[in-house]
């Protein structure tokens, strides 16, 4: 929130200062019960960087609240370093971008959901700088100061394209709301990689058909067999 405050002198007042910016508490659960949780990083508009370079404000720039930010270098001299980034690894408008490590793995956690991990999708688009640069790891964490409750669930091919991602949670056989959804970034120098358009929800109990295919042997020229 911002807000401005100026002296009550009874038959005058001063000049108003401000804006000054507080920040509640981050709440123990998102609620995704209703709507998804989603981001785009589009809301912000400070410390934006425009290349694939740190702002200048690194490492006390803006970052969304209520997430974490694992290992992060204190100073660009220093890898890995997170920051947002409006260049051309964004989906559209800002990224999250990431400047990796080859012996410091990047960690970014979100918030906690108010769902049980079982029964939520997660979505989100990459971009790497090159097909074999680096390794982006999805996965969740109980802990996200604590790189070692890190459980990985898939590794993310790499692909210079802008490709989206899906997963529904309840493969995994992971129940509670104990967990954070978490993306490790490592295994590389210096080479880049943006997350963008995250949205968490709740898994569909009506799921899409997927991975069909028609039976050859019972293709005709009027139908076929799909499985």
Known sequence: YDFYVRANCGSESSNWIGPMVVRTNCAEFVDISDNPFIEDFNSYTTDIATSSNAP???????MPQCWSFLNMASSTYGYPQMFLSSNSFAASGNCLFFKGSASVNAFVTLPKFNESLNLIRVAFTTCFESEDRGVLVFGVMTDPNDESTFIPLDTIANNESKIRHEYLLDQYELYGTEYHITFRFGDIENWYLG???????LAPTCRRVENIAAIDSTITTTSAQIS
């Open 56 to 62: 200048g404000t690194y490492p006390n720039h803006t």
């Open 195 to 201: 997350i963008d358009d995250i949205v968490v929800d």
